[in-house]
């Protein structure tokens, strides 16, 4: 037999001002099962909170409804409160008597009745509540990278520098991403491969990072401190091991003119390579897309001058299995072609680059060894045109966000080749100068100022080639429009950044959303800014959105937290309002009848198929199992189940039609 | 003769429409006192079999809401709703179950006014309705059992 | 299959030899043609420069017209009238208050079933298939493939060829034994609708267009549109006098290039009706 | 597009605009790409971005300088613009409708004299013959425009060409497209 206690509040005189608070106890002590019913001025104060207490104490209530305000504001101090007088505090419920009822109606009889009619329900619900216990999974202390780029790299140092495991994995042969391919860096101008390499070194012989170059993520199971990911191994075709990295090989390679990813396309690499010569680690693959031994089957030259016979044509892929608490995604950005533009030539004038290949042209490493070369005849350009929001902001090509980083590292190209090229003009067209960060406004001043760059406020409509030159046509809206034609010798398109290859495939993977632009989706985009709606899933850098590097870098830093915070704990704990299979005594064993429609229904892939097998080993029956630690209790199983044996803990059956019937029998 | 109150019954989500209607209460928004809140973890959660029980039990109109497309709390609760929706409603058309009575909707945890203005209109309509009688007649009448022999 | 013909007024007046090298090249292949009978103007730049719904009633009743007489495909040599036709087509198909309008109002039995291709579709379909082994004498030249506004734009609705640097002139040339060359004013306009009333314009913008192709050594300009042709033919003087330099490249329509490769009498063609002297 | 939420809040001529075109002048944001591209814009006394310009500001004075532009009528709607516009505006169908709407309201630009009368010998031409007939086209605009010398030499060098046809080609049903142009002009002041 329930015994309930009932708890209306007058808010002071929130609620009272228009629901007669001692009438609504009244009625509510007349109930079935109420054993004690009292209104009271403030309900959540310390002395509101005692009488509840001493009540449970007292009468030995096993049941309590406060009718206060909203179960969103105080249900936990209540639960809290009854958990303190020894009442499980899921045994508490809350009717909501002043944001759904005294703050929104006149005073008067209908809103006393609605008062009473909102205890009566969560009476009548409270009787079937039963007691419930916060759920605990354990965390496997070590996290997974996905990414090697600055914010990767970043995330795991952080991480390990926290004391816990990190495996980092990248799909290139080396580490470094975007940013080893810069040449300097905004607002600063350092070098970007001298701040870099560091941390680069750093992540390899970091005690606690695990270092998976050339690797990628084949799937991923499990949830929040118990993840289970496959990792494969991409060969290289190389016993890292006995390989010392002298580069022998790589010099005596027959297969030299392929174009190079790490020089976007600006200079060649053997088919067995280093992509630079700081890579990490500064051990080569062999690329068996051009590599003449697989694509012919004879050269084998490589095999024959290694010194310590490091070279494996036979090695395969290998797949790595690895259980980790927590993964942040740093997989990064990748930026269109110039091929994307076809009124600037589709991709056929050479001396039209993209703003990552004059990085390559301007980097002491690159294949012109930092001059200003022209990709055509390698003269260096006398007149060159930057391009501001090429394929940005232009819905008509389908990409109508701003990506951010351009407007600032189109200032930094035109003054670094004002530096190198003395003689030359610059010029960049641009709809709107987006500074916004610190030292960065300054820094665009001081490439018009300073260094002469010429800044044209409008769009190019075309660009052709004639006699050897690049003719430019655009307007300057800051004159009219009046149309303005530049022969230059060289033009720079601000791509539009853009999401890696195969971010979706990805995305599926981990279970995590992503924006119609295919970046991942963040959970909230002010408060949660690196989780995803998938817990132990955290985001780092411009895998998001386009980033700028000390961006990427404090996101990284951010996931890094959480993943640390995580890892504080040796057990996560839970609210029980999840999903459960009801079981039964044999034979039946549950009402369940395997139909598994729970399963597609679940959005987070929370429900799994239960085998029960009898003492021999034998299939008795298959069964829906929630796994608790993956539910979210979103509830939708529920409704989809035709046998209703899947029930939520706090909202089930038997509570919802006890609510409806409560309600009605006399409303 | 005193005007018809119609009983209402909403259907609400935890995260977006009772949050909602809690803004509504903070706003101090007044509106009709004839609808009752019945909270879920999610509209996907909602059985429809409970909105039939209502209507057999005496509701004269029902609401159901949840948060917009593509704010589900649980990114697709409301979407398998909606869907369930589209089916209940032709099936409840099939039986004669009066649809004019249930009010679908999405209020977000932004929209108070919004959720005032919901439940005004749906009294207002079902008042014009007047109370839903026929419910018993059509539940006590099913349809006869289609032969597929 | 008869394909039906809707010449339009150039090709009657000032642009015949377009016309006659049309059909003579379709003699050539036995493709059937059939002019619509009792046509009229699609009514150009000035009507729907002027008046919206002349500019759609006029093309309509050309299309109803053609309906009337059973024909489910035409061919629109002119690339201004193709453009009137189909946007025609397209806005009424969009728009049913707009089809009741325009269709009702002027007593026209329009469904809009006839199919609409313009020269280059036309030859692409029913004459380059059965080129082989009839080109006698190859078009062997470097020629610019000039291409004008209204085959190409505007994309959405006439979903021919790429907007920019388009390719399907320099494939069908090629076939005919020429080297089409890569250059920049094959879509720029060349004034079009201003050549009576703004010559100077049109010298200015159809110069340009001729001055890229002699700097870039084509030994001819093709084309596929009356009002390209005229302008950068007929108004020679006027682009002579903007470039300050005697500029003595012809131009052709498509169709007399491949004419004179398949063997056809220059007469046949008409190469005697143009302005600049057609010495290839 | 009467249906459009936001139809409500714009108001003159780029409301008129939107409604007869579709074109919502608001989309523009001033990259000066259709003025880089347009192929007639150092001949306009507004390039087509500043047009776009002055129809965003609501300006009544502005909008009057609008529809007495020569802009609109040296434009060729050659559709350079639309095809490269990043916000896909129809710039040419905008054009169109300014036109028609300058002619109404008899605000066409006297340097325009030619280009509209040029259209209008077209159109008369058309209207009488159905189809047009490129002698009569000639005299009637020269009789418009008192441009009596120009072109003097072009149609003799035409004639011996057989480019011209020295009597008009009539069609049969002359009276069905006459009734075409007699609808069309009551609601316009063609």
Redesign the interface.
Known sequence: MSKIGVFVCHCGENISATVDCAKVAETASKYDGVAFSVDYKYMCSDPGQSLIKSAIAEKGLTGVVVAACSPRMHEPTFRKACAEAGLNPYMCEMANLREHCSWVHEKGEATTEKATDLVRILVEKVKYNQSLNEIRVPVTKTALVIGGGIAGIQASLDIANTGHKVILIEKDPSIGGHMSQLSETFPTLDCSQCILTPRMVEVAQHPNITLYTYAELESLEGFIGNFKAKIRRKSKSLDEKLCTGCGLCTTKCPTKKIPSEFNEGLGNRPAIYVPFPQAVPNKPVIDRIHCTYYTKGKCRICEKVCPTQAIRFDQEDQIVEVEVGALVIATGFNIKQTDFFPEYGYGKYPDVITGLQFERLASASGPTLGEIRRPSDGKIPEKIVFLACAGSRDPAKGIPYCSKICCMYIAKHAMLYQHKVHSGKSYVFYMDIRAGGKMYEEFVRRAIEDDGVNYIRGRVSKIYEKNGKLIVNGADTLLGAMPIEIEADMVVLATAGIANDGAEELAQKLHISYDPYRFFAEAHPKLKPVETNTAGIFLAGACQAPRDIPESVSMASGAAVKVACLFSQDELTREPIIAVVNRQAPPAYSSCVGCFLCVSACPYQAIEKEEIRNRNGELIKSIAKVNPGLCQGCGTCVAFCRTKSIDIQGYTHEQMYTEVLALLNEY | MAEF?P?I?AFVC?WCT??G??????S????A?NV???????T?????M?LL??FD???DGIIVSGCHPNDC?????NF??RR?WIMFRSLCDFTGIDTRRIKFSWVSAAEGAKW?DIVNTTVASIRELGPYTEYKIVANNPVKEVSHG | MTLGFYPGCSLKGSSREYAESVLAVAKAFDVEIEEITDWNCCGATAAHNLNKELSLALPARILSLAEKQGLKEIVVPCAACYSRLTVTKHELSKDPLLKATVIEANGLDYSGSVSILNIIQMLDKYITPNLGGRVVKPFDHKVACYYGCLLVRPHEILKFDREEDPQSMDILMLKTGATPIDWAYKTECCGAGLSVSRTSSVGRLSGKIIEDAKDRGAEAVIVACPMCHSNLDMRRDAINTFLGEKVDIPVLYITQALGLALGIDRKKLGLQRHFVKVTV | MSSDPHHSIISGLSSDVLEHTEVKVSKCYQCGKCSAGCPLSEEMDFPPSVIMRMLQTDNPDLEEKVLRSFSIWVCLTCEMCFARCPMSIDIPKMMDYLRERSLKEKKANPKAKEIVAFHKSFLDSIKYTGRLYEIGLFIDYKARTLKILDDLALAPKMLKRGKLNIFPELIKDRSGVAEMFKKSSKKNNT
């Open positions: 109150e009983k019954v935890n009772y949050a209607a809690d803004l509504t209460g903070t101090r928004i007044k509106y006192s009752r809140i019945l909270r879920f973890p999610c996907g959660r909602i059985d429809y409970l029980k209502a039990e005496g509701a709390h649980y990114t697709s609760g398998h709703a369930r005032a």
